[in-house]
């Protein structure tokens, strides 16, 4: 009956409600959280930030409801744009080009190691032992251009032209990295800016 239905919108209205809202940056995991507690897919999840475009509301019980929200990016001062593009902040879609982003990778992973990559201009003859890969891999001066192009010619990724995809390269290897193929990790400076000062002047001494 509508004048049953009614009530049941009052009380609705009346009942005391405890909202907990899910904020954060992008692409760390909050609809995924919401999915584990609920047990179940309510909301829609992707490895590409900003997959989350409103708010939505997800009821527990009669008196507890999740709220999932878009991601959120927070003002960061001195936060390399690599950075942003590495830890999913900025959408790899969107970056001009990989490289920066790579060589940001490259300074902390051995990343030419981890995908068994040559140097661009190495032409093997004859029997090389895998020791001598490595050498190899470890005395030659890699940049991110390098890692692109051996990349590529390992995938035997190539444009129309008949050279050597990089960016697509480049690409593939950033999005190894959001989807945890590659593992990323590094310890955040403490201190604020006047004990940064002081380490700069103590090395420099």
């Not at 904020?23 to 490895?47: D, F």
Request: hydrophobic share 35%.
């Amino acid at each position: 009956h509508p004048r049953r239905q009614q009530q049941q919108q009052q009380q609705q209205r009346k009942r005391k409600w405890v909202t907990i809202g899910v904020v954060g940056h992008p692409n760390v995991g909050k609809s995924t959280l919401i999915n584990a507690i609920k047990g179940k897919k309510v909301c829609s999840t992707s490895i590409s930030p900003g997959h989350t475009k409103h708010f939505q509301t997800v009821h527990l019980s009669n008196t507890v409801r999740l709220c999932d929200s878009p991601g959120l990016v927070f003002p960061a001062a001195g936060m390399p744009k690599e950075l942003q593009v590495l830890t999913g902040l900025f959408p790899i879609s969107q970056t001009r080009e990989p490289y920066s982003a790579i060589q940001f990778l490259a300074e902390k992973v051995a990343i030419e190691e981890m995908y068994g990559l040559l140097p661009p201009n190495f032409v093997m003859e004859g029997t090389v032992s895998v020791e001598e890969l490595s050498d190899l891999r470890r005395k030659h001066p890699w940049s991110a251009w390098d890692i692109a192009v051996a990349y590529a010619n390992k995938r035997r990724y190539m444009t129309k032209k008949g050279r050597a995809d990089t960016y697509r390269a480049g690409n593939e290897i950033l999005r190894s990295l959001l989807s945890g193929r590659i593992v990323f990790y590094f310890v955040p400076e403490f201190g604020g800016k006047e004990e940064k000062e002081e380490k700069e002047e103590k090395e420099e001494k």
